[in-house]
């Protein structure tokens, strides 16, 4: 519980949908990947629903066998990131992920300690790299991630 919890549900609703912005991490119970469990996200942007990238304890091997892929991980330290991370983890920034939006307001809304607030500078100025370097991404897509993140 955070104090948070106790706020009443128009102040807690106005708090998760200003917070819900480009650039933070925030933890839901996702079914992506599936089995559904609780992750990790930073909020790359808004459009028609959340667009995110996924953090997880490490690139999986899928990805460590794609050299295309394994170059748009982005590390994110446990140090810079203290009150998120127990450990050192990776952002899978190969892809993003849509969350629904009213979802994760609900999810915060009953426990807005799933809002962790902004990533690092040095996070976002790696995901943009990352994204930059992807040949997963329109030129128009890396733009509008850009946009968002800077």
Same mark, same amino acid.
């Given at each position: 519980? +955070?104090?948070?919890? +106790? /706020? *009443?549900?128009a102040?807690?609703?106005?708090h998760?949908? @200003?917070?819900?912005?480009?650039?933070?991490?925030?933890?839901?119970?996702?079914?992506? *990947? #599936?089995p559904?469990k609780?992750? /990790?996200f930073?909020?790359?942007?808004?459009?028609?629903?959340?667009l995110? /990238?996924?953090i997880?304890t490490?690139?999986?091997?899928?990805?460590?066998?794609? *050299?295309?892929l394994l @170059?748009?991980?982005v590390?994110?330290?446990?140090?810079e990131?203290? #009150? +998120?991370l127990?450990y050192?983890?990776?952002? @899978?920034?190969?892809?993003?992920?849509?969350?629904? #939006?009213?979802?994760?307001?609900?999810?915060v809304?009953t426990?807005?300690g799933?809002?962790?607030?902004?990533?690092?500078?040095?996070?976002? #100025?790696a995901i943009?790299?990352?994204v930059?370097?992807?040949p997963?991404?329109?030129?128009?897509?890396?733009?509008?991630?850009?946009?968002?993140?800077?």
């Amino acid at each position: 519980m +955070v104090l948070g919890d +106790v /706020f *009443p549900a128009a102040l807690k609703m106005q708090h998760a949908q @200003d917070n819900l912005a480009p650039g933070s991490i925030i933890k839901l119970h996702s079914d992506i *990947p #599936t089995p559904a469990k609780e992750k /990790f996200f930073i909020i790359a942007y808004e459009q028609e629903g959340m667009l995110a /990238f996924i953090i997880n304890t490490e690139a999986s091997q899928f990805i460590q066998s794609r *050299p295309h892929l394994l @170059d748009a991980q982005v590390d994110i330290l446990e140090a810079e990131h203290p #009150t +998120v991370l127990k450990y050192d983890s990776v952002i @899978d920034c190969s892809k993003l992920v849509i969350i629904d #939006t009213a979802d994760a307001v609900q999810q915060v809304c009953t426990d807005m300690g799933r809002l962790h607030g902004p990533c690092s500078s040095n996070v976002k #100025t790696a995901i943009l790299d990352a994204v930059n370097r992807a040949p997963m991404y329109s030129d128009a897509e890396k733009k509008r991630l850009s946009d968002a993140l800077s």
